[in-house]
C-alpha cells in the first residue's frame, strides 16, 4: 500500500519523495532531518549579506571597547544599577525607554515585513549572520559544498579528523570570544581582559561566557537552519503582515515553466520551439539555499529571504544568455498582472504601510522628544515609617523624610529641597545635597509647619510638595530642566 503522505528527498533537499508503506513494515512518522549542504555563491545579494555582516559583527564586537568620558560608553552596571550609553545615563526608572526602544524595534519589523517580507531575517538576524560566519569556517576547512558531502560520506582518516578538529576548535573560538563580547556589555571589558590573563571571572561571569558562547556554537555550527524553521516564531506569523503586494523572493513560473535541461547554444528565441521555458533545472537555487527549500515551489515559510537564489540564478541566466529575473524580489500581484519593477514598487505606499509608517515614526518622535527633554537628575521622596508625625520645640509639628536624590549627569552637581503646599511649611533640615556625578546618594530631610497651621487644616494627611532645584554657578536662575517637583504628604496627629 502507498501512502499518500510525502517526506523531502535525503539527495535533494526540496524535493519529495511518497512514504512507502507496507502490511509487513508500517510507515514511519518520523523522518531525521538530512544534513544541508549549502553551496557557496557570488553575486550583488550576496555582497550585501557580507556588508552587513561586517556592520553588526563590527558593532557588537566593537562598542564595549569604546570609551566615553573615560568609562566604557556603552555599559549596563546591574550591580551598582546605572546604565550608559555614551552620554546618557539611565536608572531603572527609566525603564520606559526600554520598553519604547523595543516598541519601535517591533513596529520596525512590522513594517519591513510588509514592505519586503524576511529582509531581516535573511541579513541582518543574529541567527543568520552567525550562520554565514561558521559556514566561511567550514569552507575554509572543508571546501564546497561537493567536497564537504565527500569528506561526511568518507570514511575517518588524519586529514579528516584534521579538518574537522581546525573547524570545531574554530567555532569554539568565535564562541568563546561571543560570550566574553556579551559579557563585556555588563562588566566593564577592560577589567575583564584583564582577568582573562588569570582566568579569575567571577561565577556569574563564567556561566555567562560559557552560556552564550555554547549558545552561538550550538545555534549556528549545528542547528542553523532549525532554529529558523522550527524555533523561531517570526516564521510561523510572518503570514499575518505578508499581503500580495509584499516584495519576496519568487519563481517567475510564466518564464521559467516548463524547466529543462538543454544546450547552451540553443538560444533564448528557440525556447518556443522546443517548448521550453527559461528554468534549465540545474537546481543551483536549491543548492545554495541555507534552509533547503526549492523556491520553484512558490513561497515557504522556512524561507528566510537572503536571496542566495536570486544570485545563483542570475549567474546561470547569464552563462544562458537569457535576461536576469527568473528568480528575484517581486509581488504576487505583480506576477500575476506581469508589472514591471517600477509599478510593483509604486504599490508599496499602500494603507498598511502608511500606517505602520505613521505609528513608527509617532513613537520615534515621542520616544526622541522624552530623551531631549529629559531632566538630569530624578528623586524619589519615602516618608520615614518610623516617626509618621511628632511635635517638636514651639509646638511644630514635624514629618521626616527620606530623599533618593540620582544624579544623571558625570559631574557633581548641588541641589537645594524646598516644600510647597501647605501654609508655613518649612524645610528644618539642611536643604542643599552635594550629589556626584553618576551617583545616588539619600538625603534625610525634616519639614515643620507651625502649631497653629496645624489647628488650622486640623488632622490627617496633606498635600505636600518637594521642589528640588539644582543649583549652578554659571547659571544661578534654574531652567525647566533643573527643577523637579514629587508629590507626598504631610501629616497632622489627630
Given at each position: 500500500m502507498t501512502s499518500d503522505r510525502h517526506v523531502p528527498d535525503a539527495a535533494l533537499p526540496g524535493r519529495v519523495v511518497p512514504i512507502v508503506a507496507?502490511?509487513?513494515?508500517?510507515?514511519?512518522?518520523?523522518?531525521?532531518?538530512?544534513?544541508?549542504?549549502?553551496?557557496?555563491?557570488?553575486?550583488?545579494?550576496?555582497?550585501?549579506?557580507?556588508?552587513?555582516?561586517?556592520?553588526?559583527?563590527?558593532?557588537?564586537?566593537?562598542?564595549?571597547?569604546?570609551?566615553?568620558?573615560?568609562r566604557q560608553a556603552v555599559l549596563f552596571d546591574l550591580l551598582a544599577r546605572r546604565f550608559y550609553i555614551f552620554k546618557l545615563v539611565l536608572y531603572p526608572?527609566?525603564?520606559?525607554?526600554?520598553?519604547?526602544?523595543?516598541?519601535?524595534?517591533?513596529?520596525?519589523?512590522?513594517l519591513f515585513t510588509a514592505v519586503a517580507g524576511r529582509l531581516w531575517c535573511g541579513f541582518a538576524c543574529p541567527q543568520t549572520v552567525?550562520?554565514?560566519?561558521?559556514?566561511?569556517?567550514?569552507?575554509?576547512?572543508?571546501?564546497?559544498?561537493?567536497?564537504?558531502?565527500?569528506?561526511?560520506?568518507?570514511?575517518?582518516?588524519?586529514?579528516?579528523?584534521?579538518?574537522?578538529?581546525?573547524?570545531?576548535?574554530?567555532?569554539?573560538?568565535?564562541g568563546l570570544?561571543?560570550?566574553?563580547?556579551?559579557?563585556?556589555?555588563?562588566?566593564?571589558?577592560?577589567?575583564?581582559?584583564l582577568e582573562t590573563g588569570t582566568l579569575s571571572f567571577g561565577s556569574w561571569e563564567w556561566?555567562?561566557?560559557?552560556?552564550?558562547?555554547?549558545?552561538?556554537?550550538?545555534?549556528?555550527?549545528?542547528?542553523?537552519?532549525?532554529?529558523?524553521?522550527?524555533?523561531?516564531?517570526y516564521a510561523r506569523f510572518q503570514s499575518a503582515m505578508f499581503d500580495r503586494d509584499t516584495m519576496i523572493v519568487s519563481y517567475d513560473t510564466v518564464r521559467g515553466e516548463p524547466r529543462g535541461s538543454r544546450p547552451r547554444a540553443l538560444g533564448h528565441a528557440a525556447l518556443a520551439q522546443k517548448n521550453l521555458g527559461e528554468c534549465v533545472d540545474c537546481t543551483l537555487c536549491v543548492q545554495v539555499c541555507p534552509t533547503g527549500i526549492d523556491i520553484r515551489r512558490g513561497l515557504q515559510y522556512?524561507?528566510?529571504?537572503?536571496?542566495?537564489?536570486?544570485?545563483?540564478?542570475?549567474?546561470?541566466?547569464?552563462?544562458?544568455?537569457?535576461?536576469?529575473?527568473?528568480?528575484?524580489?517581486?509581488?504576487?500581484?505583480?506576477?500575476?498582472?506581469?508589472?514591471?519593477?517600477?509599478?510593483?514598487?509604486?504599490?508599496?505606499?499602500?494603507?498598511?504601510?502608511?500606517?505602520?509608517g505613521a505609528v513608527l515614526l509617532a513613537i520615534v518622535g515621542a520616544l526622541a522628544t522624552s530623551l531631549a527633554l529629559r531632566r538630569p537628575f530624578r528623586v524619589d521622596v519615602i516618608r520615614d515609617r518610623g516617626a509618621l508625625a511628632r511635635q517638636v520645640e514651639d509646638g511644630r509639628i514635624e514629618n521626616v523624610y527620606r530623599l533618593q536624590v540620582m544624579n544623571a549627569s558625570e559631574s557633581t552637581q548641588r541641589f537645594h529641597v524646598a516644600v510647597d503646599?501647605?501654609?508655613?511649611?518649612?524645610?528644618?533640615?539642611?536643604?542643599?545635597?552635594?550629589?556626584?556625578?553618576?551617583?545616588?546618594r539619600w538625603l534625610a530631610v525634616r519639614v515643620?509647619?507651625?502649631?497653629?497651621?496645624?489647628?488650622?487644616?486640623?488632622?490627617?494627611?496633606?498635600?505636600?510638595?518637594?521642589?528640588?532645584?539644582?543649583?549652578s554657578d554659571s547659571t544661578p536662575t534654574a531652567t525647566p530642566a533643573d527643577a523637579l517637583t514629587e508629590k507626598s504628604t504631610f501629616i497632622v496627629p489627630r
Open positions: 507496507s502490511p509487513d513494515k508500517p510507515a514511519s512518522m518520523y523522518r531525521a532531518e538530512a544534513k544541508i549542504h549549502a553551496r557557496s555563491v557570488k553575486g550583488w545579494w550576496n555582497n550585501w549579506r557580507w556588508i552587513f555582516v561586517a556592520l553588526t559583527m563590527g558593532l557588537f564586537y566593537g562598542l564595549p571597547w569604546l570609551s566615553w568620558n573615560g526608572q527609566d525603564f520606559i525607554y526600554l520598553a519604547g526602544l523595543l516598541i519601535v524595534s517591533a513596529y520596525a519589523l512590522f552567525y550562520t554565514e560566519i561558521f559556514l566561511w569556517v567550514e569552507r575554509r576547512f572543508e571546501g564546497d559544498r561537493v567536497a564537504r558531502m565527500k569528506l561526511d560520506a568518507g570514511p575517518w582518516t588524519a586529514a579528516k579528523l584534521l579538518r574537522k578538529a581546525g573547524k570545531q576548535v574554530t567555532w569554539i573560538a568565535i570570544w561571543t560570550g566574553f563580547t556579551f559579557v563585556g556589555y555588563f562588566t566593564p571589558i577592560h577589567l575583564l581582559a556561566f555567562w561566557i560559557f552560556f552564550y558562547g555554547f549558545a552561538t556554537y550550538g545555534n549556528a555550527g549545528f542547528m542553523r537552519e532549525q532554529v529558523c524553521k522550527y524555533m523561531c516564531p522556512e524561507c528566510i529571504g537572503c536571496a542566495a537564489c536570486i544570485d545563483a540564478c542570475d549567474g546561470v541566466m547569464d552563462k544562458m544568455d537569457y535576461p536576469r529575473g527568473l528568480i528575484r524580489f517581486a509581488t504576487e500581484n505583480g506576477l500575476d498582472k506581469r508589472w514591471d519593477r517600477a509599478a510593483m514598487i509604486r504599490r508599496v505606499l499602500r494603507p498598511r504601510v502608511l500606517i505602520y503646599g501647605l501654609a508655613g511649611a518649612v524645610v528644618a533640615s539642611d536643604p542643599d545635597v552635594d550629589v556626584q556625578g553618576t551617583d545616588a515643620q509647619i507651625p502649631f497653629a497651621t496645624a489647628q488650622t487644616v486640623g488632622g490627617g494627611a496633606h498635600p505636600l510638595r518637594f521642589e528640588i532645584t539644582r543649583r
